[in-house]
């Protein structure tokens, strides 16, 4: 009779301890993420898709009237074509377990393989992190598109960001990021190259992309002779006005995390926007006697390009030296084009592949926060930050020449002249900017 009691009661024991006493696995769960880290990384992903409408005015107001739809189509499309691919394999290729130092496994997280609303990157969702760099990934390539702009076939604009973004981005994303070679700890002495939100990354290589495409390709028709001027600065105005705005969320949301590295991203980018435009300003009064309100703007965008790189690392001091160095270095990066002949019709070259040079060199210079720079003595950095911008710029050249040529001899790359004379409004998209 003890025995057939005994088992029942054992039962109804263990239930009254799992009742009162909660299982000791409770007490291993998974980490959470941080909410305020969450809904500032949130914030900033948002941020930084805002900048691809603003990119959309910035460069539509520069172009000639019959191609307005047709340079703003360039920043739209981008966002589309460069989120699906970045779902896909972009992400994997950058942030995928590394293949030598190269590059990520395409395979490791192609269509997001493998991660869940649990998993986390640093403190936040894995899936926001995701979106956050995915913006990057998606206004990299639009940026190449304003030295191409008037002149090339939409279907070839939209093949072509799709294999840069792919062959160029996500590997150098890697490189920087992802645990590649150029990774703080991969490069000579441990130190790494700095690169805080893009300034090789994103700038330096559309830029240099930009340039290689643009000779290539070949001038527009009637330039520098022709009829060239913008047709919409207001537009131009209020896309440098939204870039400034969401450039916040660009470089202080690469702290990753609503903390006091964000907060200094956040300082010295408004700073440097600012100390960039008084020194475009201030070069153009002095060459052309007189300040213009596209000299303005492209000096705001010449300091946000030059602070990138720099924004976790260096002082507010440090900022205005590198904005106002920015805006004058840029400026003249822009009239070069008048003396070496080649078309570059925005000036991504000039502002984005000299502005994010300059910001390179820069932060290996005045690093003195989380890093060390030459002013602190370490002159290794700046080694290494020359490193990052030689093998970058190599490499971004190298695959766009060869995108390049082979889109242009399979596909066509430029409109042909008649096409060009229209504009590309009609010729590619059927619809005109403007119905008077």
């Not at 997280?109 to 869940?116: D, M, P, Q, S």
């Amino acid at each position: 009779m003890f025995k057939r009691q005994t088992f029942p009661c054992l039962i109804l024991l263990l239930l009254a301890v799992l009742l009162v006493q909660p299982p000791v696995f409770a007490e291993t769960s998974s980490p959470t993420a941080n909410p305020g880290d969450t809904a500032w990384m949130l914030i900033s992903s948002a941020l930084v898709m805002l900048m691809l409408p603003g990119l959309a005015l910035f460069y539509g107001g520069m172009v000639r009237r019959k191609n307005v739809l047709s340079s703003m189509m360039h920043s739209f499309v981008a966002l589309g074509v460069m989120t699906i691919q970045w779902i896909f394999i972009g992400y994997s290729i950058a942030f995928g377990d590394s293949i030598g130092g190269f590059m990520g496994n395409p395979l490791d997280k192609f269509l997001l393989r493998g991660i869940t609303p649990e998993t986390l990157t640093g403190t936040i969702p894995e899936y926001v992190f995701i979106m956050f760099q995915g913006m990057f990934a998606a206004i990299t390539p639009a940026l190449i598109s304003g030295a191409l702009a008037e002149r090339i076939r939409f279907r070839t604009y939209v093949t072509f960001i799709l294999l840069w973004g792919t062959l160029v981005y996500a590997p150098l994303a890697h490189w920087v990021w992802g645990g590649g070679w150029l990774s703080q700890g991969h490069l000579l002495n441990g130190l790494g190259a700095l690169d805080f939100a893009g300034g090789t990354v994103v700038h330096l290589s559309s830029g240099i992309s930009a340039l290689v495409a643009v000779i290539l390709l070949g001038k527009r028709r009637g330039y520098p002779s022709g009829d060239m001027l913008p047709h919409n600065l207001t537009f131009t105005l209020l896309g440098a006005g939204l870039l400034w705005f969401g450039w916040f969320g660009f470089n202080a949301g690469s702290a990753v995390a609503a903390n006091a590295q964000a907060g200094l991203a956040f300082v010295v980018t408004h700073i440097a926007a600012a100390s960039g435009a008084i020194g475009w300003l201030i070069a153009e009064r002095i060459h052309q006697g007189r300040p213009s309100a596209l000299g303005a703007a492209s000096g705001i965008v010449a300091g946000l390009v030059g602070i990138t790189p720099a924004a976790g690392f260096v002082a507010p001091w440090a900022a205005i030296i590198i904005g106002f160095g920015a805006g004058v270095i840029c400026y003249w990066g822009v009239l070069a084009k008048g003396r070496f002949g080649y078309d570059d019709s925005l000036d991504a070259f000039g502002v984005h592949g000299v502005g994010g040079t300059w910001g390179a060199i820069a932060t290996g210079i005045f690093a003195t926060i989380g890093a060390t720079g030459l002013v602190l003595g370490n002159f290794q950095q700046l080694v290494n930050q020359i490193i990052g911008v030689v093998a970058a710029g190599l490499y971004a050249a190298a695959v766009t020449f060869i995108l390049v040529k082979v889109l242009d001899a399979t596909m066509g790359f430029r409109v042909d002249d008649e096409q060009e004379q229209m504009g590309l409004d009609q010729v590619e998209h059927g619809e005109v900017g403007y119905n008077f």
